[in-house]
């Protein structure tokens, strides 16, 4: 992919939000690390509010998701529909069935065909990109995890389950690429919108936690990530980011201050309608 790097380090993958926490909350292996002593309104909350946060939830946007879900309830569909290769069993075909050769049954010979099968209750996965330049507006942030988390919860509406990954993959020195990822939100767990939306939406995430998970790594990682502002983009997350077994993610585009998607919270939802609806997830309007 073009202008991807080479992956220099990659932090071990956190498999839960419990241990991302506290992977944040380890102690800093460097003094001056930003993630909880920037004493700014950059990070968009305290050191101490995001811990907070991060233990309740964001939940003044609630509403606003709530209204979203609604809108988009009618369009879910029930079903998600795959293609997989299922046996069919003939006359002539690709290979002898030995056991129905045996049997008598003409109908022996098998072959593989493709078939389209529903695969209603399927783990969706998402790996969310955390990371973004320092221009961007926390009204960008804010409406592109409005609109994620709606289209998040009207999936698990329709019976499917959702597994939510966050990964902070950033460029240091000269094509150098470190990469980070946590899975936020487990397809075995109720969905915590309050948790989802402080993840998707709110500032503090990246620029607190995030920035903290890398203070708290060995120090010549951090050193160096402290070093270079903690990166530059691209901040594009790869499949390969994730641990083995994820099952088929959907990576997302890092989030730019000159993608006009994110201008407001309509534009928001009209792009992640579009992106889930050619994801076979969402009918089209």
């Not at 992919?1 to 080479?6: F, K, R």
């Not at 046996?87 to 493709?114: F, I």
């Not at 409005?146 to 902070?168: K, M, N, R, Y």
Request: glycine share 8%.
């Amino acid at each position: 992919m073009s202008g991807v790097g080479e992956t220099v380090h990659a932090l071990e993958p956190m498999w839960s939000w419990q241990e991302f926490v506290d992977r944040a909350r380890e102690p800093d292996s460097i003094p001056d690390g930003c993630g909880r002593h920037d004493r700014g309104a950059w990070p968009g909350a305290s050191w101490e509010e995001a811990l907070r946060l991060a233990r309740d939830g964001w939940a003044t946007v609630l509403p606003e998701v709530d209204a979203e879900v609604a809108e988009l309830r009618e369009r879910v569909r029930d079903e998600v529909v795959t293609t997989a290769l299922a046996p069919a069993w003939d006359v002539t075909g690709g290979e002898v069935d030995v056991g129905v050769y045996l049997s008598g049954t003409p109908e022996c010979m098998v072959d593989a065909v493709p078939q389209r099968l529903s695969a209603r209750g399927r783990v969706v996965a998402f790996l969310v990109p955390a990371g973004y330049v320092h221009t961007t507006p926390h009204a960008a942030v804010r409406n592109r995890g409005v609109a994620l988390a709606a289209l998040c919860s009207t999936i698990i509406a329709a019976g499917h389950s959702v597994e939510v990954w966050s990964g902070f993959c950033a460029h240091v020195g000269a094509g150098e690429r470190y990469a980070g990822v946590a899975r936020v939100v487990s397809a075995a767990e109720p969905l915590d919108m309050g948790r989802l939306m402080f993840v998707m939406a709110h500032p503090a995430m990246l620029r607190r936690l995030w920035f903290a998970v890398y203070d708290s790594a060995p120090r010549p990682v951090a050193r160096r990530m402290r070093d270079h502002e903690y990166g530059r983009a691209p901040y594009t997350c790869l499949p390969d980011d994730l641990p083995d077994g994820v099952p088929d993610p959907y990576v997302l585009p890092y989030l730019s201050p000159g993608d006009p998607q994110w201008e407001t919270a309509e534009t928001a939802l009209a792009w992640c309608q579009e992106m889930f609806t050619s994801l076979n997830l969402l009918h089209s309007p």
